[in-house]
């Protein structure tokens, strides 16, 4: 019975020690202020006021306007950038016209080249005041939104 109780004793003796030996490891781990901790792992974010969100950001008459002219400059030829495959497909099979393989592919990447410079001329060829719709193609809106970003690179440059 002597060995039983001291097996016990020793048993519950380690598991207590261990208990003890956690706790103690536990509390050693925990940081001093949990504050402090958070504080590091949240992002930090510099003060802003609504009067400057609103001086920076798009105003969203001018931003739908921007939408608008890149949908229809740059979806149209994007679209039928992928329309060329099926449509030469179509065209060979009926024997309508026997093109080589490159006139296929220089159409197709021809179209995609010009969505994706569409991209750039619907931004820029919209205009960038909130009161002024601008004209239909936009060369004007163009030269002057080209020349604000030119200024504008010159000035960072400089």
């Known amino acids: 019975m002597a060995a039983n109780s001291k ?5 519950t003796g380690f598991a207590a020690d261990s208990d003890q030996g956690t706790a103690a490891e536990k509390k050693k781990k925990q ?8 504080a590091k792992k949240s992002p930090r974010r510099l003060p802003t006021r609504k009067a400057e969100n609103a001086k920076s950001a798009i105003p969203k008459e001018v931003s739908d306007r921007m939408v608008k002219r890149v949908l229809i400059i740059s979806g149209v030829p994007s679209v039928l950038a992928f329309g060329v495959f099926p449509v030469s497909y ?3 099979l009926k024997g309508w016209v026997s093109l080589p393989p490159f006139v296929t592919l220089a159409a197709s990447v021809t179209c995609l080249a010009l969505g994706l410079g569409g ?3 619907g931004v820029l060829s919209a205009s ?4 002024i719709e601008g004209s239909l193609v936009g060369f004007e809106e163009f030269k002057l939104n080209f020349g604000r970003l030119r200024e504008t690179r010159k000035a960072s440059k400089g």
């Not at 940081?31 to 958070?38: C, G, I, L, W």
């Not at 960038?128 to 009161?131: A, C, K, L, P, S």
Request: aromatic share 14%; proline share 4%; glycine share 4%.
């Open 31 to 38: 940081p001093v202020d949990s504050s402090k901790k958070k």
């Open 119 to 121: 991209i750039s001329y």
């Open 128 to 131: 960038w005041d909130e009161g």
């Open 90 to 92: 179509y065209a060979s």
């Open 7 to 11: 097996e016990s004793s020793s048993a």
